[in-house]
């Protein structure tokens, strides 16, 4: 059985990208990034007692599969996903230990917007960063906002 868990990157708790997530995936379990303190990446890669990194990684080796979920703000993943992908460099580095865990496990993303003007370029950061790491990228979905 695939174990899957969402992580919903939106800076809106009760947004577009949660919204969409109920009506697919309503059984998966879903992780919202806005509910957690995620200090910004720092070359030192300490952090203060109140970050929470390395707690959602440790949920995360839970499961197979990563739904990574973000709204599309400016044409990017969210600022708030951007800085849970930063913070990955930790698991290259001081977090190696951790981070070899995550090797082989399943990557998805999906995305919501409100206009057509995507295609498979965004999911390039995903596909490379998974690659990079030795994760399995299996591909991004782009869903627009129902109006
Ligand atoms: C800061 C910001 C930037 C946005 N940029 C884009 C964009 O580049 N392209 C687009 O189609 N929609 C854009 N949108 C619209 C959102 O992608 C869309 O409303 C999305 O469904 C919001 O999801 P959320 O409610 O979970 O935040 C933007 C919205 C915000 C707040």
Known sequence: MNKQI?????????????????????????????????????????????????EIINQILEFDEIIFA????????????????????????SQETIGRKLMGKKVRVMTTSIGNHLDDKFFLPFEETMSYMHLEFLGGKHYLKQK
């Open 6 to 54: 969402i992580i919903n990157g939106s800076h809106n708790k009760n947004g577009n990208t949660t919204k969409l997530i109920q009506e697919i995936y309503p059984e998966i379990t879903t992780l919202k990034l806005i509910d957690y303190t995620i200090e910004i990446y720092n070359y030192d890669e300490t952090y203060s007692d109140k970050d929470q990194f390395l």
């Open 70 to 93: 973000t709204p599309v703000y400016w044409y990017s993943m969210s600022s708030l996903m951007k800085i849970f992908f930063d913070r990955l460099t930790d698991l290259i580095g």
